[in-house]
Nanobody
Framework: VQLQASGGGLVQAGGSLRLSCAAS????????MGWFRQAPGKERVFVAA????????HYADSVKGRFTISRDNNMSMVYLQMNSLKPEDTAAYYC??????????????????WGQGTQVTVSS
């Protein structure tokens, strides 16, 4: 299983970025996907999750209304559209696959495979 995150960069507060995560090596369309983030000196925390068919999503309160998770099962891709970015959104963002779960999870231990992270920096 491989997860490759991309799309990070430097953006001004109020701006937007779209992160992508390319998955391979497993039946992508059958499994929940999630995004987490880790700021310097802090723990990795949940951002968003999406069900296998995209019908259900779950967001951390801190990003609700600003971020949108989506997926393209034909392309084995998951996306995180981030709008109205704030300096506190600065972090390394990781995509993750929940290989075993049936419900959208916000805990790291629920996810079995992780990408390498892509850095998002929001300047004030």
């Amino acid at each position: 299983v491989q997860l490759q995150a991309s799309g990070g960069g430097l953006v001004q507060a109020g701006g937007s970025l779209r992160l992508s995560c390319a998955a391979s090596g497993y039946a992508f369309s059958r499994h929940i996907m999630g995004w987490f983030r880790q700021a310097p000196g802090k723990e990795r925390v949940f951002v968003a999750a999406i069900s296998w068919n995209g019908d259900n999503t779950h967001y951390a309160d801190s990003v609700k209304g600003r971020f949108t998770i989506s997926r393209d099962n034909n392309m084995s891709m998951v996306y995180l559209q981030m709008n109205s970015l704030k300096p506190e959104d600065t972090a390394a963002y990781y995509c993750a696959a929940d290989y075993r779960g049936l419900n959208l999870a916000a805990e790291m231990f629920e996810y079995d495979y992780w990408g390498q992270g892509t850095q998002v920096t929001v300047s004030s």
